[in-house]
């Protein structure tokens, strides 16, 4: 029995969007046909996406379900007439219409998920984004060549992470994954985590982990890194707008009296008074 994602906003899900679902075994969750929405919604073996209304904004989903990396195949249900539309820079896997037999949608959905776990066996071991190299079979992580000192769990966050590249996942998704069900500490196990790992990384790449407010965590690519660390750099060179010249401030002027010169030129009082007659 598959775990399936139905991202929809009709009223009766089940029995509306695909009827032939209701015959399958599968465990079905409904959430909202929105991006946002997905941010809190764990995953699923299959993402079923309702294509059969407003075309224009179910394709951008599906783009932006393919951009974030999901990490399972995308399954766009249509009408017949939606066929037209469907093209291949939707970033999606199969494609269902809504009329289709149970064992239509089951054969699809085995095929579907057949082909991801074809995939993922043979991908490489290791995780390379820029500077930064995960190696499973080894459980070790290099930076720049240097090999950091990571214990199982930070291995395991930031292995996690760099699979997932720019995708956001929240504190608790985070805990879910890396640490399993049958944790029972609380999500700041995952600050002081990602804090520990931040300070391993050193200060040049600590911002190979970025941080979403109010979100959550996710993995920058190095090139994004670089470039924001160049446009810090020429910014801080660049010159300020009154081309660097500061007008000194005058000082106060002092009085006639307290120069040299004039002092010298000064007539003493007592020259002045005549000397007393004998």
């Known amino acids: 029995m598959s775990s399936l994602?139905?991202?929809t906003n009709a009223l009766q899900p089940s029995t509306e969007v695909l009827p032939a679902l209701g015959l399958l075994l599968h465990n079905v969750r409904v959430a909202p046909a929105e991006g946002?929405?997905?941010?809190?919604?764990?995953?699923?073996?299959?993402?079923?996406?309702?294509?059969?209304r407003d075309l224009p904004q179910v394709r951008s989903l599906c783009q932006l379900l393919r951009s974030t990396g999901p990490?399972?195949?995308?399954?766009?249900?249509?009408?017949?007439?939606?066929?037209?539309?469907?093209?291949?820079?939707?970033?999606?896997?199969?494609?269902?219409?809504?009329?289709?037999?149970?064992?239509?949608v089951e054969a699809r959905l085995r095929l579907a998920m057949g082909r991801q776990q074809i995939v993922a066996d043979d991908s490489p071991m290791e995780i390379r984004n820029g500077d930064l190299s995960v190696d499973e079979a080894t459980y070790s992580a290099k930076l720049k060549g240097r090999v950091l000192d990571l214990t199982f769990k930070e291995f395991e966050l930031l292995k996690y992470l760099a699979q997932h590249p720019g995708r956001?996942?929240?504190?608790?998704?985070?805990?879910?994954?890396?640490?399993?069900?049958?944790?029972?500490?609380?999500?700041?196990?995952?600050?002081?985590?990602?804090r520990r790992l931040r300070a391993k990384l050193g200060v040049e790449h600590e911002s190979l982990i970025g941080t979403v407010r109010n979100v959550g965590y996710r993995f920058v690519t190095p090139e994004k890194v670089d470039r924001a660390a160049d446009e810090a750099k020429a910014k801080a060179a660049t010159p300020p707008a009154d081309g660097g010249h500061r007008e000194i401030p005058k000082r106060d002027e002092a009085p006639a009296a307290s120069e040299p010169g004039d002092?010298?030129?000064?007539?003493?009082?007592?020259?002045?008074?005549?000397?007393?007659?004998?």
């Open 263 to 278: 002092a010298a030129r000064e007539v003493p009082k007592e020259a002045a008074v005549r000397p007393a007659q004998r």
């Open 71 to 104: 990490g399972c195949p995308l399954v766009l249900v249509v009408t017949e007439g939606g066929l037209a539309a469907v093209t291949a820079d939707w970033g999606i896997d199969d494609v269902l219409l809504d009329t289709a037999g149970p064992a239509e």
């Open 5 to 7: 994602l139905l991202l």
């Open 168 to 194: 956001v996942f929240t504190r608790a998704q985070l805990l879910q994954e890396v640490w399993g069900y049958d944790y029972f500490g609380g999500t700041r196990t995952v600050d002081v985590h990602v």
């Open 36 to 52: 946002p929405a997905l941010v809190d919604t764990p995953g699923a073996d299959v993402i079923l996406i309702d294509g059969r």
